[in-house]
């Protein structure tokens, strides 16, 4: 049974790896995606170079962390200069595996599902949706998005017709592990699943799943915890301690970017917790 990874994003290390001579650590994987969102959004606004310093602090991590990330690519940038953004987002999605693209299919065609379907990030990022599933009669034959919803009895003829990457599991928790038995005999091998129940599949299956009460419950520990720091400074200026605000070179020289619309992102996104479908 594959070991079924709980990280946002949805990107997959083992999964998504076209240079398995280097052995790219997960969490490292799971940076170069949010490297490649903020590269992105970079080309969006017509950056050509960002410095290691801009980059890290728009991705939410220290710089020595991002240029150590990096270096699992190869040589990348110049020392005083920074970062070519259409040559080192051309790489990250080389080592993602997404220079050719991917196919996907969704089982579910619920609320989650449409969502799913009709968000058009995807598609900017590489991943088209080529098919939607679902066993309601009373939605079969559906238009979701310009797809038509298909009888999931006919999964693995449309898995040979589709030929799809990766399949989405939108299902409610007790169809999930009979939707991943399918995936799999219809010959998928990367599955997403959006069910919080431990999925059975073989080793050769890759499955990650992504708990939206988890996050959230992860949110709730953080706003719970940035409380707690709140009141322990404001007891601390009560007591007669004065505190500091500290503003770096960084932080100013990014503002002032933000300011003029050059970056137009923001540098506070974080990298280990971050939303699901991100925009």
């Known amino acids: 049974m594959t070991e079924q990874h709980e990280t946002p994003g949805g990107v997959s290390g083992r999964a998504l790896r076209p240079t398995p001579q280097k ?15 903020v590269l992105a959004v970079l080309a969006d ?38 970062y070519d953004v259409a040559k080192l987002r051309a790489r990250i999605e080389n080592v993602l595996g997404l220079s ?7 089982v579910g065609a619920g609320n989650l599902g449409r969502a799913l379907v009709g968000y058009g990030g995807f598609q900017r ?12 009669p009373q939605v079969i034959g559906e238009q979701v998005s310009a797809l038509e919803v298909r009888d999931v009895a006919g999964l693995k003829d449309a898995v040979i017709e589709l030929v799809p990457t990766i399949a989405v599991i939108s299902v409610p928790d007790d169809a999930a592990q009979g939707v991943c038995d399918e995936l799999v005999a219809a010959g998928v091998r990367s599955i997403l699943s959006f069910s919080p129940v431990f999925l059975d599949a073989p080793p050769t299956v890759e499955v990650r799943r992504v708990d939206l009460a988890v996050e959230m419950q992860m949110l709730s520990f953080e706003r719970a915890r940035i409380a707690g720091a709140e009141a322990q400074d ?20 990014l503002a002032n970017r933000s300011a003029s ?8 996104e974080p990298t280990s917790k971050g939303s699901v479908v991100a925009p």
């Open 45 to 82: 606004e017509s950056v050509l170079i960002v410095s290691s310093e801009e980059l890290a602090v728009a991705a939410g991590v220290g710089s020595a962390k991002l240029r150590k990330d990096l270096s699992f690519l190869g040589p990348n940038g110049v020392r005083g200069v920074g």
């Open 125 to 136: 990022r590489g991943f088209t949706m080529v098919g939607v599933f679902d066993r309601d």
């Open 100 to 106: 050719d693209g991917h196919r996907v299919i969704l």
């Open 261 to 268: 619309a050059h970056v137009g992102i923001s540098a506070t």
């Open 234 to 253: 404001a007891h601390s200026v009560a007591a007669g301690e004065t505190v500091h605000a500290v503003s770096t070179p960084i932080g100013r020289r």
């Open 23 to 37: 052995d790219i650590p997960q969490a490292t994987v799971a940076r170069l995606a949010t490297y490649l969102r």
